[in-house]
């Protein structure tokens, strides 16, 4: 399958800092990607879809200003915990979608966990 | 929008026996089901997926059944081993995003 890059896989911070997560498509482009919370034992929940070239779309209850989204590139999206709080930590995972052929499959990062001291 | 719901929330089957996961979905117009698979603390891997035009797919022991008309598809497996153990997501596509069940914890006793 197709691969999705993200970085950091684990970070700590500080109550008040802001954290970017990087999910990258390596060998195609993605026009789409989305961004996923995922706490201990629960589903995958999506809050934003990323569009490259254009503003993120982003799900109800999920704060634009908290959670910045830039898609710049057809194969980097990242996603900005703006000012975070010890309730964001959780686990980030990103996904995109391959944009030829099957275009539903959806490919996962490996995600990143976050914790917020 | 679309709704997933996946039973059951968590299955022990001896190994070698089959593991059967059940998902309804609320939207008809959905046309996509895929199916993961996520081991701890690790990215969820796509395992096998359907579409709407077909009821069967099988991929060595792992197959998936769809059923239009009650809106449910299941996830197969047999002659499981310990190495399937983990958590499993369906999900059904909504418009242009997956919408995903709560999942099933898998656990394969030896």
């Known amino acids: 399958g197709a691969v999705v890059s993200q970085h950091p896989s684990r970070v700590i911070c500080k109550s008040g800092t802001s954290v970017k997560i990087e999910c990258r498509s390596l060998d195609f482009q993605a026009t789409t990607m989305f961004w996923y919370r995922q706490f201990p034992k629960q589903s995958l929940m999506l809050m934003a879809t990323?569009?490259?070239?254009?503003?993120?779309?982003?799900e109800q209850g999920v704060e634009k200003d908290k959670f910045l989204i830039n898609h710049a590139s057809l194969t980097l999206s990242t996603l900005t915990v703006t000012s975070a709080h010890p309730e964001d930590s959780s686990f980030y995972i990103c996904?995109?979608?391959?944009?030829?052929?099957?275009?539903?499959?959806?490919?996962f990062g490996s995600g990143t966990q976050l914790s917020v001291l | 929008g679309e709704n997933v719901e996946q039973h059951p929330s968590t299955l022990s089957v001896q190994e070698g026996d089959s593991a059967v996961i059940k998902c309804t979905y609320s939207?008809?117009?959905?046309?996509?089901f895929p199916w993961y698979k996520q081991e701890l603390g690790k990215r969820p891997q796509l395992i096998i997926d359907i579409r709407s035009n077909v009821g069967e797919k099988k991929d060595q022991r792992i197959a998936v059944t769809l059923n239009k008309t009650a809106k449910h598809f299941s996830l197969h497996i047999t002659e499981t081993q310990p190495e399937d153990s983990a958590v499993y997501f369906c999900?059904?596509?909504?418009?242009?995003?997956?919408?995903f069940g709560a999942g099933t914890i898998l656990r394969v006793k030896s």
């Open positions: 999900a059904a596509r909504d418009g242009n995003k997956l919408v």
């Open positions: 939207d008809s117009a959905s046309n996509y």
């Open positions: 996904s995109a979608r391959m944009p030829q052929g099957s275009n539903e499959k959806l490919f």
């Open positions: 990323s569009n490259e070239g254009s503003k993120a779309t982003y």
